[in-house]
């Protein structure tokens, strides 16, 4: 099989191109979702991995998310052959607030509009084209609406929360936690999304949705999070009490796996004191003995 990683040299894209021997298609590698000539070469491959997006939230950069997240995924879906299949990585953050109306998040959750940037509503208008174009080319198509994922750091990328949490403790820099560390969030390793992809992939399902994230088992306050990753590094993290950031949108999200679970017999493998360790090697940080 040829594997295509949109954003393949992204924070988490590195990680799943490398484990499919993948090849790459991001600015990176001078290929770009608004070319239609370098969109085209989608046709020559059997899974495509879609993770490549324009993630700003502000609302000047409304019009370039837009373009990047919905034209740009619907130039590459025009090119998906006949049986391929095609992930495309979403956001639990489409659900904005109504999430806090779960213990843990199915997919039934309400995704109307209640606040949510132009990241989040980009994000569930492609859904909508995935699933247009996956059933008029027939091809097989998967939605995972991610929640938190993290991953080992890599050259040139900014990692998202976890993984800032793990520098700052690395370089002894203070960390300004949400809403007083009180929000909760499960965690989801990269290595666990491979496997999610692989059992899409090896499953017999033609389209399918589901909340992907570390679930009620990986679940755990952002203080509660700094205290794993001291324990993870042998280092003690720098809070900075005086300035937290205002209390997020959801203040907690934990996954309901059911779905997943039950029609691809997936579920989280890695360990999360395990997963939070690997976010320490190689750093060329600190060392508990400073």
């Known amino acids: 099989m040829k594997y295509l990683v949109t954003g393949g040299s992204g924070y988490l894209g590195t990680h799943v191109r490398k484990h499919f021997a993948a090849n790459d298609f991001s600015r990176r590698s001078n290929r770009d979702l608004l070319n239609l000539y370098d969109t085209q070469t989608a046709a020559d491959y059997d899974v495509i991995i879609h993770l490549a997006a324009h993630l ?20 590459l ?28 998040v199915p997919e039934t959750c309400p995704t109307l509009y209640a606040g949510q940037t132009a990241l989040e509503w980009s994000k569930l208008i492609a859904e909508r084209y995935v699933e247009y174009y996956a059933n008029q080319k027939n091809f097989r198509s998967c939605i995972f609406r991610l929640s938190t994922v993290y ?6 990328n900014t990692p998202g929360f976890v993984g800032h949490y793990a520098e700052s403790i690395d370089k002894g820099e203070p960390i300004r936690l949400p809403g007083g560390g009180d929000p909760v969030r499960d965690l989801l390793h990269v290595d666990d999304l491979i496997s999610a992809c692989e059992a899409f992939r090896d499953s017999v399902i033609r389209h399918g ?67 939070l360790r690997s976010l320490f090697e190689r750093t060329g940080g600190r060392s508990a003995a400073e």
């Open 56 to 75: 700003d939230k502000s609302p000047d950069a409304a019009d370039e998310t837009f373009l990047t997240n919905v034209d740009g995924t619907v130039n």
């Open 77 to 104: 879906l025009k090119n998906v052959k006949e049986g391929a299949v095609f992930i495309f990585a979403s956001t639990k953050d489409v659900y904005g607030r109504f999430a806090d109306n779960f213990k843990e």
């Open 151 to 156: 991953a080992p750091r890599s050259e040139g």
């Open 209 to 275: 949705l589901y909340n992907i994230g570390g679930g009620p088992d990986n679940a755990l306050s952002l203080r509660e999070l700094v205290s794993h990753l001291e324990g993870a590094s042998g280092l003690q993290a720098v809070i900075d009490k005086e300035n937290p950031l205002p209390m997020p949108t959801p203040a907690r999200y934990v996954t309901d796996l059911s779905l997943v679970t039950k029609e691809l017999d997936w579920s989280p493998s890695v360990k999360m004191d395990e997963g």
